[in-house]
């Protein structure tokens, strides 16, 4: 069953109305209907398309987060062949916020890491909402120094509101392990490319997205930390979220004019939510054509282009 989010209502009262409309031609009464329902479905796609074409970055999270948005285990599902997870950090445990192994993509042998949340309160409850803690992150650095040392592409799948805050999260060294992981992220003789498929939340996000190509999904966020805790901080008043996610500039189409991130990924009608299997491979080709770009260069020029890159952050404007 859909789910409307608020700013969805007037396009959720024409949707309706369609089902309606489908519903009574189905029963077969003998009344005529069909270029009533064309023109209503033409209108309703139409909304669609033109709220989704001017979406404020505060309506751009709301559709980041939506619960029905496709998570790591379906572009897993959808992309990779042959999956092994890797479990453990082999210093204190598993942490399942992160989940990461060696799959085939399209054939070839890769690295694949990620943050899932979950889809029911089960699931969420067990991935702790995608918040890793430093044995999630510590995971993923050994998975990436593996991966190294094999001579196998990481691909990192990137959906987090950030690390996990906990107290127990800081006592284990939530800080280093962040770092660590960026540090060996962005120390790779093999090329790494990220996705930002949902949020991107602070030093969680680019604790595995520090990659020579970092791709988007066209309504996904990428922020230094969530709206919510920036109104929080700069103005000790959370409802300005809205204020803040507008000032920060968080949006793919933002970030790319900084060169923060390389390629906007382009979402089916109304979200990758409204057709998820659509979303997942638009994301394949993306990674398809990212790897196929950084395949024939050598471990020291992959090093320098991903240094290259970073350091002119913020110089593409």
Known sequence: MRSYLDFEKPVAELETKVEELRALASKGDGVSIGEELTKLEAKAAKALADLYANLTPWQKIQVARHPQRPHFSDYVRLLFAEFTPLAGDRAFGEDAAVVGGFARFRGEPVCVIGQEKGSDTQSRLKHNFGMARPEGYRKAARLMELADRFGLPVVSLVDTAGAFPGIDAEQRGQAEAIARS?????????????????????????????????????????????????????WRDATKAQDAATSMKITAQDLFKFGIIDVIVSEPPGGAHRDPEAAVAAVGEGIDHALAGLGNLSREQIVDARAEKFLGVGRKI
């Open 182 to 234: 960026t540090d060996i992220s962005l120390s790779l003789g093999v090329p790494n490319v990220a996705v930002v498929v949902g949020e991107g939340g602070s030093g969680g996000a680019i604790a595995i997205a520090s990659c020579n190509k970092v791709l988007m999904l066209e309504h996904a966020v990428y922020t230094v930390a969530s709206p919510e805790a920036s109104a929080s901080i700069l």
